[in-house]
C-alpha cells in the first residue's frame, strides 16, 4: 500500500519504492509534516520538539502551554493567521481586508486511483493512491483540500490543492502554493535553473541562508529567466551521491519557489502559483484548483533525483501517439530562409530532406494573413495562398509526395495590431482601458482569460489543420504578458491564472481534436519550458540558441529536470546565427542528437560532403533514438566550470550506452581529458562499437577512459559502447 494512516497516531505515511513521506494531526488538529526522505516504517513524531519561546506566539486552543507554537513546529499548509511567521503557502483575504485563517484537520479519504485536476495538466498513472486531507476554517467557511498522489515507480509525490468557499460570502485567494517542505535541520544548497533568451537554464548553486531566497515568474509564462524547476541538495550532495529533492512545477505562468532558513536554522521550501498580480475572487460554493507539484528525493545524487523526473515525465505527464514513439528528424524552415519562402521552396526543401532521410519539413512563421516579417497578421490564420503560390492542401500533398511528413509553425496566443482580428476585436488583446500597451516583438497578447477568445481560437486553428495532412505543429508564444486588465473579468486579479487556463484548453482541445499531431511547444525557444506544456506537447524547442557550445550548457541544465526526449535540438548553419561562432558539423550532430533531433539550415547550400554527414547522422539517430529517448541519462561533468561536457545514455539491460564528449576549449599541450562512464554492468565488458576495443564496465567506472584529444576547436566524441556477449568470450 502507498498510503498508509496510522489511526492511533493520527500518522499519514505515503511510500514510494525508495522513499517515505509523512505527516501527523496533531492534538490541536493541526497537520504536521513529519519526515520526507529515505524509505522508513517507523512513526517519526518523536522528532517534534517544545521549547516556550519568545516571540512565538500560541494558538489559543493550547491553553497556557507556551512551548506549542506553530512558528517553530513543521507544517504542510502553513497560513497567515496562526502565528507562524515564517514564509506561507495559503493567504486568503476577506471583503473587509482581513487576512487572517486557521486550518484544522477535518477528514481525509484514501482512493485507488491518482486524482486529476480539472482545467489543469497533472500527472496520470493507471495504478497509483491518492490521499486527500480536508483542513478547515470553520469561522469563514473555508475548506482546503490538499492532495497527494503516490507515483511509486519513479519516487514521486504529487501534490495539489482545492479550495472551496463553502462560507456565505466572497474571499479573495492572495496566495495559493500548491507544496510546502518543512525541514527541522540541515545544511541544504538551493539550485536553481535561470537564463534569459537565447540562453536557458544555467545552473546556480546557492546555500540556503537565513532570509527567504526566491525565484519565480511573474510573465504570465513560466519564462527563460527562472524554470519552474528546482532542487534542494544537502551541502555535500553531488550528481552520484548524497541526499536531494527536487520539485517540478506542472504549470506554464506565474510561479513562485521560496526556500528560507528561519530564526531555529529551520528549512521551509514552498511553491505554487506567484502572488504578484493574484487575488482571485472565491464566490460562495465555488472551487479553486492550484497547479500540481511534483516532488521527489534521491538518496543517491543529483543524477538519480533527474532519472525519477525523467522517468516520471515519459511515464506519467506525457500523452498522445508519442508518448513511447521515437519522434521523426524533421529539418524547420526558420534558419533555412526566415520569412522568405514559398511553397516551392518547401517542396524543394522536403525534396532534399527524403534524399538525406530527414523525415519532416516544417514551415515555420510566414505562412498566414501577410506575414512577411514579425509586424504584422498574427491573430489572422488564413494562409497566404498569394506567398505559398498554392494551397496549404496542394502544399501538404506536394511535401507528402516526397516522401516527407509536414508541418507548421502556430502562434494562437497573439496578435499583431496590423491584423483583421485586431482591427474586429481591439479589445480582444491585454489592454489596460486608457493605458497604451507595452508592446513586443510588435505584437499584443490575446486575453487568454476570455473563453469567447479560446472558442473563436480553437476555431481558426482546426480550420487551418483540417486544410492538408499536417502531421507536426509549433506552438510559439513570443512575448511575455503585460497590461492585465480583461474585459470578461469580474476582478483583474483573477486574469494571469485564467490566461493560462485558456491556453490548456485549447491544447487539450486541439491535442484531442487532432491526436495523430506531434505537437512541439515552444516560446522564443525554452520561455516555456515547463512540465504543464509537456503535458500536451512532448518536445519542447529547447532554446533558440543552436549554437553546439551554448546548446552543451543549455541541455546540461535542462537535464536536471527533463528527459532528452522532450529537448528540441537541431543542426543549423555556421557561423551559427545567435553567437557566430563556427563549429565542426559532426560536434553540432552529437550536441544535437542528444535530443528530439532535427537540422534548421538550407540543405540546397550544403556542400557533397557535408551531404554525407547529414546521411550518416541521420541514419546513425535512427540507429541510436530508442536508447536515447528511453535510457537512463548520466551528467558526467559540469560543462559550466570544466572546458568540456560529458554526458552518457544506458539503456535498461546495461546492454547498450551511448557517451558524448564534446570539447568546449581547446589549449596547447592540452592536459589529458578522462570521463569516468556510469552506469554501466560492473561485471560486463563493453566494446567500443567503432575501434573494436573491450574494455571492463567495473574499469570504466572506476577509473574512467581517456579521450584522444584531435586539434581543432570544438572537437567531440561519441562512443557506442555494447555489452560484450558472453558466448563470445
Ligand atoms: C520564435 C521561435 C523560433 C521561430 C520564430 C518565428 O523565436 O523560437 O524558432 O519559430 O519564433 O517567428
Not at 493550547?62 to 496562526?82: H, I, K, M, N, W
Not at 550528481?239 to 536554522?265: H, I, K, P, T, W
Not at 500536451?536 to 553546439?548: F, G, H, M, V
Request: proline share 3%; glycine share 8%; net charge negative.
Amino acid at each position: 500500500m502507498a498510503v498508509i494512516y496510522d489511526e492511533k497516531n493520527g500518522i499519514f505515511s505515503l511510500h514510494t519504492v525508495n522513499t517515505t513521506y509523512q505527516m501527523k494531526v496533531d492534538g490541536q488538529s493541526y497537520l504536521l509534516h513529519l519526515y520526507y526522505g529515505q524509505k522508513l516504517d517507523a512513526p517519526m513524531d518523536y522528532m517534534l520538539t517544545y521549547f516556550d519561546r519568545g516571540f512565538s506566539g500560541n494558538p489559543y486552543g493550547a491553553g497556557l502551554d507556551r512551548t506549542y507554537s506553530l512558528d517553530a513546529l513543521p507544517q504542510e499548509f502553513p497560513v497567515l493567521g496562526t502565528g507562524d511567521y515564517r514564509n506561507v503557502a495559503f493567504k486568503i483575504k476577506e471583503e473587509n481586508g482581513c487576512y487572517e485563517c486557521d486550518l484544522h484537520y477535518k477528514s481525509h479519504e484514501i482512493q485507488d486511483a491518482k486524482y486529476s485536476i480539472p482545467g489543469l495538466p497533472s500527472a496520470h498513472a493507471k495504478q497509483a493512491q491518492t490521499l486527500r486531507i480536508v483542513l478547515q476554517d470553520e469561522r469563514l467557511g473555508i475548506e482546503v483540500t490538499l492532495l497527494y498522489g503516490v507515483l511509486e515507480d519513479c519516487d514521486v509525490i504529487a501534490r495539489s490543492v482545492q479550495i472551496r468557499n463553502a462560507g456565505g460570502s466572497r474571499v479573495y485567494l492572495e496566495k495559493v502554493s500548491s507544496a510546502c517542505l518543512d525541514f527541522l535541520y540541515g545544511q541544504y544548497d538551493v539550485m536553481t535553473f535561470y537564463g534569459r533568451h537565447a540562453m536557458e537554464r544555467n545552473v546556480q548553486r546557492n546555500s540556503v541562508y537565513h532570509g527567504r531566497q526566491c525565484i519565480g515568474s511573474t510573465r504570465g509564462s513560466s519564462s527563460h529567466q527562472y524554470n519552474p524547476f528546482v532542487i534542494l541538495a544537502q551541502a555535500d550532495a553531488a550528481e552520484n551521491m548524497g541526499e536531494c529533492y527536487g520539485a517540478a512545477f506542472l504549470y506554464s505562468g506565474n510561479f513562485s519557489a521560496e526556500v528560507e532558513r528561519d530564526q531555529y536554522d529551520q528549512i521551509r521550501f514552498v511553491m505554487g502559483l506567484s502572488e504578484d498580480q493574484f487575488s482571485y475572487p472565491l464566490e460562495a460554493n465555488e472551487e479553486f484548483y492550484a497547479p500540481e507539484v511534483l516532488l521527489s528525493y534521491s538518496a543517491q545524487g543529483l543524477n538519480r533525483l533527474s532519472d525519477n523526473f525523467h522517468r516520471c515525465v515519459r511515464e506519467h505527464v506525457y500523452r498522445g501517439k508519442y508518448k513511447n514513439q521515437v519522434r521523426p528528424v524533421l529539418i524547420n524552415s526558420w534558419e533555412a530562409c526566415y520569412f522568405d519562402f514559398d511553397g516551392d521552396a518547401i517542396v524543394e526543401l522536403a525534396k532534399q530532406a527524403a534524399d538525406l532521410g530527414i523525415e519532416l519539413v516544417v514551415m515555420d512563421d510566414g505562412w498566414f494573413g501577410h506575414r512577411d516579417d514579425d509586424n504584422s497578421s498574427l491573430g489572422d490564420w488564413t494562409v497566404n495562398e498569394e506567398k505559398l503560390g498554392c494551397s496549404l492542401r496542394e502544399l501538404s500533398e506536394r511535401v507528402h509526395e516526397q516522401g516527407v511528413q509536414f508541418g507548421i509553425w502556430i502562434e494562437p496566443e497573439m496578435v499583431s495590431e496590423d491584423s483583421d482580428l485586431y482591427r474586429q476585436h481591439p479589445q480582444w488583446a491585454l489592454k489596460i482601458p486608457g493605458k497604451a500597451p507595452i508592446r513586443a516583438r510588435n505584437q499584443l497578447v490575446l486575453d487568454f482569460s476570455n473563453a469567447e477568445v479560446v472558442r473563436y481560437m480553437f476555431e481558426e486553428i482546426s480550420s487551418v489543420l483540417k486544410q492538408g495532412e499536417i502531421n507536426y505543429v509549433k506552438w510559439d508564444m513570443n512575448r511575455s504578458l503585460s497590461d492585465i486588465y480583461s474585459e470578461a473579468a469580474i476582478t483583474q486579479g483573477k486574469v494571469m491564472y485564467d490566461y493560462v487556463l485558456g491556453v490548456y484548453s485549447l491544447l487539450e482541445q486541439l491535442t484531442s481534436e487532432f491526436p495523430d499531431i506531434l505537437w512541439e511547444g515552444c516560446a522564443g525557444g525554452g520561455g516555456r519550458f515547463d512540465m504543464g506544456m509537456l503535458y500536451y506537447t512532448p518536445q519542447i524547442w529547447c532554446s533558440d540558441n543552436t549554437d553546439a557550445v551554448d546548446r552543451v550548457r543549455i541541455q546540461y541544465g535542462t537535464s536536471y529536470g527533463y528527459p532528452l526526449s522532450t529537448m528540441g535540438a537541431h543542426v543549423s548553419a555556421v557561423p551559427n546565427h545567435q553567437t557566430g561562432r563556427i563549429i565542426n558539423m559532426d560536434t553540432r550532430g552529437v550536441v544535437a542528437m542528444t535530443g528530439a533531433f532535427g537540422y534548421e539550415l538550407d540543405l540546397g547550400k550544403l556542400t557533397d560532403e557535408e551531404k554525407d554527414v547529414v546521411r550518416e547522422q541521420v541514419a546513425r539517430y535512427h540507429r541510436l533514438a530508442p536508447l536515447i529517448q528511453n535510457g537512463k541519462y548520466y551528467r558526467l561533468n559540469n560543462p559550466f566550470v570544466e572546458e568540456y561536457g560529458a554526458w552518457m545514455v544506458v539503456d535498461e539491460k546495461k546492454e547498450k550506452a551511448l557517451l558524448s564528449v564534446v570539447l568546449l576549449n581547446i589549449h596547447g599541450s592540452m592536459p589529458v581529458i578522462y570521463v569516468k562512464p556510469e552506469g554501466l554492468e560492473a561485471a560486463k565488458d563493453y566494446r567500443d562499437t567503432a575501434t573494436g576495443k573491450v574494455y571492463s564496465g567495473a574499469a570504466l567506472m572506476a577509473y574512467g577512459l581517456p579521450v584522444s584529444l584531435a586539434l581543432g576547436d570544438y572537437q567531440s566524441y561519441q562512443i557506442l559502447f555494447e555489452a560484450v556477449d558472453e558466448k563470445e568470450e
